[in-house]
């Protein structure tokens, strides 16, 4: 039998569904020795709105502070509004402002992005739970 991982991250897009909703899934759909270390990173709904949670280091980055919706269940909405936020930058939006990812993720206060947003929240807490069970917390 396969030993299972210490830490295991599953990511899917939430389109739409709750966190705890799409975590749940992912969870019946593990097997039950590997539930132990399994860490989900569902952004709800999509994946770009956690590019646009943190607007300070978005603006540090791209050169535009864009506003934070409500959260919105539009297909594509936070697609257009990370490309519209790169243009406001006075960038070009090649890959409609993914391409802005690493340098994003790089800069971000996960603290005050997860304020913004639940489920950036809930991944960086469960992320970093996960890790403190098997690296020595230093005092």
């Known amino acids: 039998m396969i030993e299972?991982?210490?830490?295991?991250i599953v990511g899917i897009d939430g389109?739409?569904?709750t966190f705890q909703k799409a975590k749940q899934e992912i969870l019946e759909a593990t097997y039950d020795r590997w539930q132990e270390g399994v860490v989900v990173a569902c952004p709800d709904p999509h994946i770009e709105r956690w590019y646009l949670a943190d607007?300070?280091?978005?603006?540090?980055?791209?050169?535009y502070r864009p506003a934070i919706a409500q959260k919105k269940c539009k297909r594509d909405y936070y697609k257009q509004s990370l490309a519209q936020a790169v243009r406001q930058g006075g960038h070009p939006a090649t890959l409609g402002g993914i391409?802005?990812?690493?340098?994003?993720?790089d800069s971000m206060d996960f603290y005050r992005a997860g304020h913004n947003d639940r489920s950036l929240k809930a991944f960086v807490d469960d992320f970093r739970n996960a890790v403190r069970r098997y690296v020595p917390h230093r005092t």
């Open 99 to 105: 391409e802005f990812a690493p340098e994003l993720v």
């Open 55 to 63: 607007p300070e280091s978005f603006f540090e980055v791209v050169g």
């Open 4 to 8: 299972p991982p210490n830490l295991l």
């Open 15 to 17: 389109n739409c569904k």
